[in-house]
C-alpha cells in the first residue's frame, strides 16, 4: 500500500517558521515527482511547491517564493517543506503528493497524496 504520512505541523507566530516532512512507502520514491498543496477552510486546493524526481529542479506559487523551499532525500523517501516568514494566510492543512510524471502544479496530475498535516499561523 502506497503511503505519504505528513508530518510537521503545528501552530506558530507569523514571522516564524516550520519544516514539514513527508514521509513515503510503498513506492518507488526515486521515481516520483512530488508535490506539496494546502486547502484552507472554505477554499479550494491549491498548489504550493514541486520538486523532480532527482530534485535539480523546483517550483512554486507565487505566493511562497522566497519563503518556502521544496526538498527531498531519495535515500530517506522523504520530501520536505522548509516554510519561513510565516504569515496568516498560509493557514491551511498542508498535504504531500506523488506523481509518476512531472511535477505539475495541477493536483488532478497527481497519484497519490497523504492525509494532511495542519499548520495554523496566529498573527
Known amino acids: 500500500q502506497v503511503q505519504l504520512i505528513e508530518s510537521g505541523g503545528g501552530l506558530v507566530q507569523a514571522g516564524g517558521s516550520l519544516r514539514l516532512s513527508c514521509q513515503a512507502s510503498g513506492l518507488t520514491f526515486s521515481r516520483y515527482a512530488m508535490g506539496w498543496f494546502r486547502q484552507a477552510p472554505g477554499k479550494e486546493r491549491e498548489f504550493v511547491a514541486s520538486?523532480?524526481?532527482?530534485?535539480?529542479?523546483?517550483y512554486y506559487a507565487e505566493s511562497v517564493k522566497g519563503r518556502f523551499t521544496i526538498s527531498r532525500d531519495n535515500a530517506k523517501n522523504a520530501v520536505y517543506l522548509q516554510m519561513n516568514s510565516l504569515k496568516p494566510e498560509d493557514t491551511a492543512v498542508y498535504y504531500c503528493?506523488?506523481?509518476?510524471?512531472?511535477?505539475?502544479?495541477?493536483?488532478?496530475?497527481?497519484?497519490?497524496w497523504g492525509q494532511g498535516t495542519q499548520v495554523t499561523v496566529s498573527s
Open positions: 520538486i523532480n524526481r532527482g530534485g535539480e529542479n523546483t
Open positions: 503528493a506523488a506523481n509518476l510524471v512531472v511535477p505539475s502544479t495541477k493536483s488532478y496530475d497527481y497519484d497519490y
